[in-house]
Nanobody, 124 residues
Framework: QVQLVESGGGLVQAGGSLRLSCAASGRTISSDVMGWFRQAQGKEREFVAAINWSGGTTLYAGSVKGRFSISRDNAKNTVYLQMNSLKPEDTAVYYC?????????????????WGQGTQVTVSS
C-alpha cells in the first residue's frame, strides 16, 4: 500500500500562486496514474487534474485549465500541482490520489490510495 503526503497548502491572496507536492512512500508510483482532487466545505470531492505514468498525458478540470499544471518526478516518487492565478473559488482541501492502472480516470472512486489533504485558502 502506498502512503501519500501532501504539502504546500496555505493562505494566499487572489491572483497568487501555490505549489502543492505529494510525496509517496511504501512503493513506487512510477506506473500509476496520479490525480489531484479538491473538496470545498459542504461540497462533494471534485476532480482537478491527472497525469499518466510518464507525464506525457495530462487532464484538467475546465475550471482550472490554463491556471493549474500537474507534473511528476518519478525519481523522487513525487507529484506536483502548480496553481497560478488563484481565485477565492479555488479554496478547498486538496487531495493527492494514486490509481495503480495505466488508463486515465477522473472519478474519485477510480483511485485507490489517498493522502490526508492540504488546505488551500484564497482570500479576495
Amino acid at each position: 500500500q502506498v502512503q501519500l503526503v501532501e504539502s504546500g497548502g496555505g493562505l494566499v491572496q487572489a491572483g497568487g500562486s501555490l505549489r502543492l507536492s505529494c510525496a509517496a512512500s511504501g512503493r513506487t508510483i512510477s506506473s500509476d496514474v496520479m490525480g489531484w482532487f479538491r473538496q470545498a466545505q459542504g461540497k462533494e470531492r471534485e476532480f482537478v487534474a491527472a497525469i499518466n505514468w510518464s507525464g506525457g498525458t495530462t487532464l484538467y478540470a475546465g475550471s482550472v485549465k490554463g491556471r493549474f499544471s500537474i507534473s511528476r518526478d518519478n525519481a523522487k516518487n513525487t507529484v506536483y500541482l502548480q496553481m497560478n492565478s488563484l481565485k477565492p473559488e479555488d479554496t478547498a482541501v486538496y487531495y493527492c490520489a494514486a490509481r495503480d492502472r495505466a488508463n486515465m480516470r477522473l472519478m474519485p472512486a477510480d483511485f485507490g490510495s489517498w493522502g490526508q489533504g492540504t488546505q488551500v485558502t484564497v482570500s479576495s
